[in-house]
């Protein structure tokens, strides 16, 4: 079945850096597109950063400049580079392919990886 494992996540200060990575199986990952999720605490879920199958990288405005997302085809694996990390960062951090307008594309989610950022 469908899984991603995130990881990476922790306490940083205000404009620290992480690398999150997710671990995807059970679906054909080099045919979708991928992106990251974040929840905050009281929040609905919303799109950080997304990479086609060809490469081509979306942000969110929030983030833009500041955060990198890549992949690996041949580990199955998608990152997420954070610099600048802002308080406002906190957030529990997810992986998922996606369909158009960035839904995601499997009911399946992992655990996710809590990014806490102090001020």
């Known amino acids: 079945q469908v899984q991603f494992v995130e990881s990476g996540g922790g306490l940083v200060q205000s404009g620290g850096s992480l690398t999150l990575s997710c671990a995807a199986s059970?679906?054909?990952?080099?045919?979708?597109?991928m992106s990251w999720y974040r929840q905050a605490p009281g929040k609905t879920r919303e799109m950080v950063a997304a990479?086609?199958?060809?490469?081509?990288?979306n942000y969110a405005g929030s983030v833009k400049g500041r955060f990198t997302i890549s992949r690996d085809d041949d580990r199955k694996t998608v990152s997420l580079q954070m610099n600048g990390l802002k308080p406002e960062d906190t957030a529990v951090y997810y992986c998922?392919?996606?369909?158009?307008?960035?839904?995601?594309?499997?009911?399946?989610w992992g655990q996710g990886t809590l990014v806490t950022v102090s001020s």
């Open positions: 998922n392919a996606y369909f158009s307008d960035f839904q995601p594309r499997f009911r399946s």
């Open positions: 059970g679906f054909p990952f080099k045919v979708h597109d």
């Open positions: 990479i086609t199958l060809g490469g081509r990288t």
